[in-house]
């Protein structure tokens, strides 16, 4: 019996020190210097329109998006992509670069680091680019009426970048406590530094693939509807001939 209550004894022992050891490498955000600085500059330009294209050019490169517009509004039966003509696009870019600085403080003996961002910057640049045939002249009845319609998506791309880039500035600071959490060893400081700066570009890109573009599209999914198509239509058949 002795035998055995050493055994749990120490096995007791055991888990308890590991928990221990556990907590002593716990990095938590009160050990941090000072607060993170973080600053986002998010600029969202104005649209860029251009008439390089030809009406040609422009059908022959939107043929696969016509066949998904089709088939997303289930009217396979009614239309064909030859029976429909694209008269202008709009598509949304951005530009982004991420900079960030970290230091480290030793967690007891230098046996191990808790890495900390001292500073993140986050520039993101967000513009929509329109093309319009150049066959319709500029301030025409016609290129006015796909410009409306192409203002359209160039708001709903603004709207949802505004909205979510609002709520990316709040959460920023959580997300870099997420990845300050890890203890590492000395030797592996400068990696870890170079993991943080990553993680943080990720975290971002994922955030607008996640929550801006959806938003987008669903607005942008309701402007190219069928009857949205219809009445842009009826107003370029009243256009003088």
């Not at 993140?120 to 640049?125: F, G, M, P, S």
């Not at 319709?136 to 410009?147: A, E, H, M, R």
């Not at 709207?159 to 203890?183: N, V």
Request: glycine share 4%.
């Amino acid at each position: 019996m002795n035998g055995l209550r050493l055994i749990c004894h120490f096995a007791l022992f055991l888990i308890l020190n590991v928990a221990a050891v556990q907590a002593a490498f716990a990095c938590s955000p009160e050990r941090r210097r000072h607060p993170i600085e973080i600053t986002m500059n998010v600029e969202i330009a104005d649209p860029y329109i251009l008439q390089d294209h030809s009406f040609q050019q422009i059908n022959d490169e939107s043929e696969d998006s016509r066949k998904k517009w089709i088939e997303d509004n289930g009217l396979e039966e009614v239309w064909t992509t030859k029976s429909l003509d694209t008269l202008g696009y709009a598509s949304g870019g951005m530009a982004s670069n991420f900079i960030t600085s970290a230091y480290a403080l030793s967690g007891g003996y230098g046996a191990y680091y808790c890495p900390y961002y001292r500073k993140i910057e986050v520039n993101i640049i967000y513009r929509t680019l329109i093309r319009i045939p150049k066959e319709f002249p500029k301030g025409s009845c016609v290129y006015n009426v796909i410009l409306e319609h192409e203002l359209r998506h160039d708001k709903a791309n603004r709207d949802s970048f505004k909205k979510y880039m609002l709520q990316l500035k709040k959460d920023l600071p959580q997300m870099a406590m997420y990845y300050e959490r890890s203890a590492v060893n000395p030797k592996d400081v400068k990696q870890r530094f170079k993991v943080m700066q990553g993680s943080i570009k990720e975290a971002v890109e994922l955030y607008i693939q996640e929550y801006v573009f959806p938003a987008a599209d669903k607005i942008n999914k309701e402007i190219d509807s069928p009857e949205s198509y219809a009445a842009d239509g009826k107003k370029i058949d009243a256009c003088p001939k």
